[in-house]
């Protein structure tokens, strides 16, 4: 059985965003990177369907700038048999990163019965690299997953939707599979596997070898800027008596007429 | 000259402080006021691999250097100084087995504690014994193929639930630090008497107790290189353990750094959030000065004693140093938490009840500074 897990190294959620010099992406510089947290979860299942079918590999699948090798290493710690870095820029669109992911994946020269991804990655947000890789590859997939079963390659999915209701799939691998938080607990990589997982492959790829190129990019970033700055709040004092009827009538009147949100 | 982690020791940086973050600074406060004895967190801390990181890779540990050491000690610490002194004892009380045992030795001795979850007690400070260690009364008499262990040891880490403790006793308390000896003893062995554990004001979650030791009967096989020997050995199981302590003290200030910086980005005062105080700002930028250069001091000791260089004097800036800065520091996160500081509500109290443990234990301050002393006028 071929497992795939395909992760993103992300801004750590305590990092303060700054766009660049010319504005054209994030300053990436000053950044400590982690994995994207949705996908821990997806390295825990396919490491969990790994320890449950013998003779099973975990292959990390990443997409991104060469400088810093951490997630990889993270998921070889944490029990992946072998990892695969296409080396690129960081801004890549979506599009760009689920066909180079399908081209790490067909380089490997592996077969993939399973190919596990977090929902969303929380840089971008934009949720859209599970499905699209599942479209370019042909095969079913399923986001934002919180129950999975296997039983050999027919699959019990539950995804959640709106309202905290679950949706149920059955199907049959290969799929993908994009995972939620809830899916399971991340283990910690323990000390003897992060000695193991110097040792363990990493086959680095370029863009071309995935047969990506500037020609498969459909969204160019134009401009990142930050939020304009809130303006200061309003401040109302009812302290003194017989104030309090007229304080309440302004602040409704500019709840419903400047605010409008009654 | 190279100030970099290597790959690796970023790795194993980042687990260890997330573990730290994630299972045991949420609950450093409730094992504090509990005086709870965490069991399932350290088995599972040694699941990880984060515990007896000082055992050889031959006797089935990791054989770890000084330096990897003392950086998941730093990271254990951040989540609460008290139960990385469980933790660290155990390393404490294996190192003379480490440094001295023979090759049967670790094999019986130190092998088990990487196939199981085990608990280790050093044995050295008695009631009237503690700074100094050559003239410590417990006697070792001499039976046949056997040694008898009588006498009474004082504040021992981890004695209620030791499955092994290491004693340090002499054969003669006449002869001195030329008489010291240590042994290895099962902690099922008949005559073990245990005090009731005492209360503390920090490291709440620790076992102290006095250990007394009656006719304990052990077999000489048990000894640690040669009777007469401890001394030497007790010496270099400080060399190697006070860099450990050290960083213990580390991580328990770069803690309260953080959350000093925190706090004070969220306090408002005068219209602001303090850290936008001069005041303020000028303590952040003292503790932040005082936890680096303690690590860096941690560092050294323990890069020259990897080395194999002798680092006797390096290891006692460091432990001198970082003592006094994690008190320091410590202190002055309560003072920038103001009312709030001083309140069990908060965690910062803890943190300077917890900070001066680390002045005493493992040689006072006083002790190193008499240790740096005779090296400076040696020259």
Known sequence: ?262 | MDFSYTDEQKEIREQVLKFSKNEILPIAQELDTHETFPLDLLKNAWQLGFVNTSIPAEYGGVGFKTLDSVIISECLAYGCMGVNTILMANDLALLPIVIAGNHEQKERFLKPFTEDYKIAAFCLTEPGHGSDAAGVKTHFKEDGADLIINGEKMWITNAGFADLFVVYGTIDAKLGHKGLSAVVVDGKSQGIKLGKPEKKMGHKCSDTRSVTFENVRIPKENILGNLGEGWAIAMKTLDHSRPLVASSAVGGAQCALDLSKKYAQERIQFGKPIAQHQAIQFMLADMAMKVEASRLLVFKAAWLLDEGKPNTEASSYAKAFAADACMEITTDAVQIYGGYGYSKEYPVEKLMRDAKLIQIYEGTSQIQRLVIAREVLKY
């Open chain 1, 1 to 262: 059985m071929n497992i795939f897990v395909c992760i993103k190294q992300v801004p750590d959620t305590e990092t303060k965003v700054t766009p660049n010099g010319d504005g054209s992406f994030i300053e990436t510089n000053s950044i400590k990177w982690i994995m994207n947290p949705y996908d821990e979860f997806a390295v825990e299942q396919a490491l969990l369907l790994k320890a449950a079918n013998a003779g099973a590999t975990v292959t990390v699948a990443r997409v991104g700038a060469v400088k810093d090798t951490e997630s990889l290493r993270t998921a070889l710690a944490m029990g992946a048999d072998d990892a695969i870095l296409v080396e690129a820029e960081d801004n890549l669109d979506s599009y760009m990163t689920a066909k180079a992911l399908k081209g790490a994946i067909e380089k490997s020269g592996k077969s993939a019965d399973f190919i596990f991804t977090g929902k969303q990655a929380i840089d971008d947000d934009c949720l859209q690299v599970p499905q699209l890789l599942g479209q370019m590859m042909n095969l079913p997939s399923v986001s934002v997953v919180v129950g999975f079963e296997a039983n050999d390659t027919s699959l019990t999915i539950k995804r959640e939707i709106e309202g905290g209701a679950l949706e149920i799939y059955e199907f049959s691998a290969p799929a993908v599979i994009a995972c939620n938080k809830g899916l399971n607990t991340p283990r910690y990589a323990s000390l003897p596997g992060i000695m193991k997982a110097k040792k363990k492959p990493l086959l680095q790829l370029s863009l071309a070898d995935v047969s990506v190129s500037a020609e498969d990019r459909r969204i160019v970033y134009t401009d990142f800027q930050l939020p304009p700055e809130k303006p200061a709040g309003k401040t109302f004092s009812a302290m003194e008596e017989g104030t309090q009827q007229n304080v309440v009538s302004e602040v409704v009147s500019l709840l419903r007429n400047e605010a409008k949100v009654i």
